[in-house]
């Protein structure tokens, strides 16, 4: 019966404790648990399921899935070094890792019972059948390949180098082997345990080392590959050939070796490879939980009936409905219903927002206690989230001006090194103490291992990555690095008016007419000509002539002076709107209404004048509220030292009259949209270090030429894309965190690089052996490598610190 059994067996299985794949006919030992028969190994292996069966039928860890096809790998060092698969970077050696900016917004498709297989296209499971599901990208638990594998080759080192280092450091831990081993077998088993360690576990190192010669771009992999090169080949022709050594070379009888330094170097610079890609990795997590907070899911009402469907699959038009708690799907407006919807994780702001209908709504931000319906107005990439990731990994891989400086030192680093250590090698050689040989090699290496170009040119980036993280964290969306090193070193802020000072949303609040006309008159006439305008004054104008019932007709031959007004036929007659310059140009006289026009103006109110067939009409007065946070953004700005400009194409009465309740001294009005560029320029050849903030199209050309552009979120894309930094909720204090993120930045480049710096500095020389003629202290290639494998987590670490800066 058994023999039957074993007949209709798997040809192979899994031992559950140890993982091997074994016939089911040579197990060593069986076991039946819960109606399932598994089969061992060994003996033990089968005593180890039977104690605890559970530990061991839990799921595996599964291998990390590929990257899906099309992602870009690039160096955090070498932002230019880009290829479509993972590897090295060709100059510093570095491992290259995803840029998660050319995967966001796209869709692959994976199998719920297999989560491994992933695929870029719609299909069935290899494993299963099973139709594959669709996912977004996220990478958030993905294991990084690098890692493990770094991982494996540092616990096979270890392994195999501890015997080496034991008996290599016997003598100086008190243990005399030498009358019990001889020293020639020592240095036998040194030669056989340091092979592997050197040729398997640090083969990165020389392929990298390898590639740096091809590219003629030294790194920190060229000293390492030629200091534990030096160091190995030196010791194999000391054991297999120690008749052509000097006598000095010989100790105990035998030549010395120094197969411990091959392996513990090897080890340690993996042990450093791994605390740096663990750190590394650690660096992105402000982008992983930007991603991680999108929906996968989202309720579209279609044809009567409301049905949960994958957020790739929700179209532009879409009704959705948001219920209590749940994530707003996308980007849109809500249309039925009323809540309050918690924007902070993409504003930065803790207080949650009234909605209505009308108002409009972020995808990812959390609905309250209400529910609503909403309209899908941007999906997938083009959605506010989808742009501030993409908008956080690029700036992430953009070169602060301070980096020069690094990339300068770096770029003489290596040559540097090499030469100290020849240098060194040759001092030792020929005045240095006997034997004098042995010395010049030890020292030479422990030059080339001490030295860490690594930790010079992490400093910059590491800080940056972290940085531009936080800062998308707390609203503020950092362009590139230029920017954010700039915007601390900024004396003058250059304010738009409408929509920057103020919170862009003007109403009517009151109408005048000229003996001869109707204020119902003027407003429906305006309203009809202002239809066609996409001006914020125009919306208010239409927005008021419904409220107050009145049906305007379409208006016909319109045209659109920048910075001036409009004009066309409405109704049939000739309708004229603007200011007072530009109805002169129509050959219509406002003075008639001047002094009423100028008293509204000094409420703050602009006012628009309307000529209808050639004759002054009246006039619209439009008021645009102050910003509530603004006098606290102005009074913490001006703590800081920096001067405010409000700049406005607006009246000058008007714009006085707002300056003077914000206590702004410095006005410039009646300013045309081409002249606010010149402005900036001006402020800047007076040597002013300007950032301008400004959220329209017509503040582009000025966000541009500033020395920091800062776009409101709430304004236009045009405005955003010419700005360095946008303040996702349009929140004047956003400056402030942003000045407060900048200096913080700085603050911690300087620190890293002076770790850097002073880590070299002293490293280097004290590794050649400087300090040796008068303490006589000699640092060992071991202790070296174990320096140098943490200078370069020291700065990591350093820059991690930023993600806890309050701002």
């Known amino acids: 019966m058994a023999n039957e059994d074993r007949q209709s067996d798997p040809v192979e299985v899994l031992d559950p404790v140890c993982g091997m794949m074994i016939e089911p006919a040579g197990a060593a030992a069986t076991c039946d648990y819960k109606g399932q028969t598994y089969y061992f190994c060994m003996t033990d292996c089968a005593d180890k399921f039977k104690a605890d069966p559970g530990t061991y039928l839990q799921p595996r860890p599964a291998d990390a899935p590929p990257a899906p096809d099309g992602t870009i790998y690039t160096c955090p060092m070498d932002p230019e070094v880009r290829q479509p698969h993972p590897g090295a970077c060709p100059k510093c050696g570095m491992a290259l890792e995803p840029d998660l900016s050319t995967v966001i917004g796209r869709v692959e498709w994976t199998c719920p019972m297999h989560p491994e297989i992933v695929r870029s296209e719609p299909g069935s499971c290899p494993i299963c059948g099973m139709a594959l599901e669709p996912r977004t990208v996220g990478l958030e638990d993905a294991p990084n390949p690098e890692l493990v594998d770094m991982t494996r080759r540092f616990r096979v080192a270890v392994l195999l180098g501890l015997p080496v280092f034991v008996l290599a450091m016997a003598d100086m831990l008190g243990w005399r082997l030498a009358p019990f081993i001889d020293m020639r077998v020592t240095n036998w088993v040194g030669l056989a ?98 991603l991680g907070l999108a929906p996968k899911t989202a309720r579209v009402l279609r044809d009567g009936t409301e ?22 799907p996308v980007d849109g407006v809500v249309i039925e219903g009323r809540t309050a919807v918690d924007e902070s994780m993409v504003t930065g702001e803790p207080l949650p927002v009234e909605k209505e209908p009308g108002s409009r709504v972020t995808g990812a931000t959390i609905n309250g206690t209400g529910s609503v319906i909403m309209r899908a107005e941007r999906v997938g990439s083009g959605t506010l989230l989808a742009q501030i990731v993409r908008m956080v990994s690029e700036a992430q891989r953009t070169r602060a001006p301070i980096q ?111 003996p001869g006309f109707e204020r119902k008159d003027v407003l429906r006439l305006a309203a009809g000509l202002e239809q066609g305008s996409e001006h914020p004054l125009a919306a208010a104008i239409t927005a008021a002539a419904r409220e107050s019932g009145a049906a305007f007709a379409e208006a016909k031959e319109f045209e659109s002076a920048t910075g001036g007004g409009v004009s066309g036929i409405v109704e049939g007659r000739r309708v004229v709107l603007g200011n007072a310059a530009y109805l002169r140009r129509h050959g219509v006289d406002p003075d008639s209404l001047a002094g009423e026009a100028e008293s509204l103006r000094r409420d703050g109110a602009t006012v628009v004048l309307a000529a209808i067939d050639g004759r002054l009409a009246g006039g619209i007065a439009v008021a645009d509220p102050v910003r509530e946070t603004t006098p606290e953004a102005l009074r913490l700005l001006r703590e800081e030292g920096v001067n405010l400009v409000m700049l406005t194409g607006d009246n000058r009465t008007t714009a006085q009259a707002v300056a003077s309740r914000l206590g702004i001294a410095d006005v410039r009005a009646e300013v045309l949209p081409p002249d606010k ?25 000025a966000l541009a030429e500033a020395f920091v552009g800062i776009a409101m979120g709430t304004g236009t894309d045009v405005a955003m894309e010419s700005a360095g930094v946008t303040l996702v909720k349009g929140d004047l204090r956003g400056i402030v965190r942003a000045r407060r993120l900048s200096r913080a930045t700085l603050r911690n480049i300087r620190q890293n690089l002076f770790l850097a710096f002073i880590y070299n500095s002293v490293g280097v020389p004290v590794a050649a052996g400087l300090l040796y003629p008068f303490f006589g202290l000699l640092i060992s290639p071991i202790w070296a490598s174990a320096a140098m494998t943490f200078s370069s987590v020291s700065v990591i670490g350093n820059a991690l610190r930023l993600r806890g800066v309050r701002l």
């Not at 910059?460 to 954010?484: D, S, Y």
């Not at 560029?677 to 050309?701: C, E, F, S, T």
Request: charged fraction near 15%; proline fraction near 5%; hydrophobic fraction near 55%.
């Open 193 to 290: 345990c340091s092979i592997p360690v050197v040729f398997w576990a640090g083969w990165p190192f020389f392929e990298r080392a390898w590639a740096s010669v091809v590219n003629r771009h030294a790194n920190m992999f060229t000293l390492i590959a030629l200091g534990v090169g030096a160091a190995f080949f030196f010791s194999a022709a000391a054991t297999l050939a120690p008749g052509v050594f000097p006598e000095s070379f010989r100790h105990h009888g035998v030549v010395e070796t120094y197969f411990d330094s091959a392996v513990v170097i090897t080890a340690l610079v993996l042990l450093g490879q791994v605390l740096e890609l663990r750190a590394r990795s650690r660096t992105n997590s402000a982008i992983r939980q930007l």
């Open 307 to 328: 049905t949960d469907v994958p957020l790739e699959r929700v179209q532009v038009g879409d009704l959705l409905r948001v219920r209590p708690g749940e994530k707003v």
């Open 677 to 701: 560029r010149d402005v900036v320029k001006q402020l800047q050849q007076q040597g002013r270090r300007v950032a301008m903030a400004g959220d329209g199209i017509n503040d582009a050309p």
């Open 404 to 514: 020069r400086l690094a990339d300068t030192v770096a770029a003489w680093f290596v040559p540097a090194v090499v030469a100290a250590a020849a240098g060194a090698f040759v001092v030792w050689a020929a005045v240095g103490p006997d034997p004098r040989l042995a010395h010049a090699l030890v020292n030479a290496v422990a030059v080339l291992i001490i030295a860490c170009p690594c930790a010079l040119g992490l400093a910059t980036p590491m800080a940056i990555m972290v940085g531009t993280g936080r800062g998308a964290a707390a609203g503020v969306l950092i362009r590139n690095a230029e920017a954010l090193e700039h915007l601390a070193r900024v004396d003058t802020l250059v304010v738009d008016k409408t929509g920057t000072l103020t919170e862009g949303k003007p109403k009517v609040s009151r109408v005048i007419a000229s």
